[in-house]
């Protein structure tokens, strides 16, 4: 009986270890995996396996597609031009942005969501 408890001691003990060293190893990773001049500033899901990233390069704004196994790069930015585009957006009209957007980047188009994105601001037209 005595042999029992201390094996089941011994487990429990083993475990809080393990869970402990997964801690400090993953709190560990993460500071050496993250990197100060590179974020992911917004990811857009547009589709089964499709999304739209923009991130951020030391001073540079940068969009891509990002298509399965593929990432396209669409257009790039500096920070201050970033700032002053994301400030814009308050006035912006949708609907006209929204048709551009289908012309500049005829692959979105198959996506159902943008098909409702552009259907809502055509609605918002009338």
């Not at 001691?9 to 100060?36: D, E, H, M, N, P």
């Not at 990233?53 to 891509?64: A, H, M, S, V």
């Amino acid at each position: 009986m005595r042999e029992y408890i201390v094996n089941i001691i011994i487990a429990i003990c083993v475990i809080v270890v393990a869970y402990l060293a997964t801690i400090f190893l993953g709190r560990k990773t993460s500071v050496l995996l993250s990197s100060r001049s590179t974020k992911v500033l917004e990811r857009v899901t547009i589709g089964h396996q499709h999304s739209i990233t923009i991130i951020q390069i030391g001073n540079r704004i940068y969009i891509l597609s990002v298509y399965a196994k593929n990432v396209e790069f669409l257009d790039s930015y500096s920070l201050e031009e970033w700032k002053e585009a994301k400030s814009d957006t308050v006035n912006m009209d949708y609907a006209k942005e929204g048709k551009r957007l289908n012309e500049q980047f005829p692959f979105l188009s198959n996506s159902s969501i943008f098909k409702k994105m552009i259907s809502f601001f055509k609605k918002g037209e009338e």
